[in-house]
């Protein structure tokens, strides 16, 4: 699965408590691809899921979208800036206008990288 590149985690301070493990990675399963190329809008949908986590805070989430699989060829990129709220899961849904398809694999993936900052 090309997507699972690069799945990010940070770590946030929850007072004198220990700090909670917030976790930012991909919502995809067989049959339902976590980046999907639609050649229809030219753009890649892109399903990433956020758990943990113990106070109110912003992560800031990068997806980008590669021509190839060994993701050094950039077609698109978006970034956004998702609130957390507690403990609890929370899926994030982001849409990446490309220049050009990206790369899909076998099973519907289309190659994409997450990166994380709190």
């Given at each position: 699965m090309l997507a699972s590149l690069g799945a990010g985690a940070?770590?946030?301070?929850?007072?004198?408590?220990?700090?909670?493990?917030?976790?930012?990675g991909w919502d995809g399963s067989e049959g339902r691809p976590s980046c999907a190329y639609d050649a229809s809008t030219r753009s890649v949908a892109v399903r990433l899921l956020v758990t943990g986590g113990e106070r109110h805070?912003?992560?800031t989430v990068t997806v980008s979208a590669y021509a190839?699989?060994?993701t050094s060829d950039q077609v698109g990129s978006r970034t956004?800036?998702?609130r957390v709220d507690g403990t609890g899961r929370q899926r994030v849904a982001l849409t990446i206008g490309v220049a050009?398809?990206?790369?899909v694999d076998e099973d519907g993936e289309a190659a994409c990288r997450l990166a994380v900052q709190d």
């Open positions: 940070v770590v946030l301070a929850a007072g004198d408590d220990p700090p909670a493990r917030l976790s930012v805070d912003v992560v190839d699989e060994n956004r800036d998702v050009r398809p990206p790369h």
